[in-house]
């Protein structure tokens, strides 16, 4: 059983940033893929970004050169700093432990099994 739990959403303008906080339960994290996904209302849950135990980071097209994953394996913790926030970044940030394969160094998500309550992002004027 892992539990996760998020924090450091709020309300931002337009080119600010934000640091979101995942605190993650269980004695196994540092082997977990954990990755931050992002629901809008109206609109699919969709991936953000991906760290492997080992530190390797995927992004989402949108996302990349303006968000960082990184992880504290020992802490227990996943991050995510966000950067040059835009209106279109708001939502609900939910932190998950990811699922996927990897193909040499090279990760691929294909899902995640399980996930925290969210924390809520709002970029606005």
């Known amino acids: 059983q892992v539990q996760l739990v998020e924090s450091g959403g709020g309300l931002v303008q337009p080119g600010g940033s934000l640091r979101l906080s995942c605190a993650a339960s269980g004695s196994i994290f540092s082997i977990y893929a954990m990755g931050w996904y992002r629901q809008a209302p109206g609109k699919q849950r969709e991936l953000v970004a991906t760290?492997?135990?080992?530190?390797?980071?995927n992004y989402a097209d949108s996302m990349k050169g303006r968000f960082i994953i990184s992880r504290d394996n020992a802490k227990k913790m996943v991050y995510l700093q966000m950067n040059s926030l835009k209106p279109e970044d708001t939502a609900l940030y939910y932190c998950?432990?990811?699922?996927?394969?990897?193909?040499?160094?090279?990760?691929?998500?294909?899902?995640?099994?399980?996930w925290g309550q969210g924390t809520q992002v709002t970029v606005s004027s």
């Open positions: 998950a432990k990811d699922i996927g394969y990897y193909s040499g160094t090279y990760y691929s998500s294909i899902g995640y099994d399980y």
């Open positions: 760290i492997t135990s080992g530190g390797i980071t």
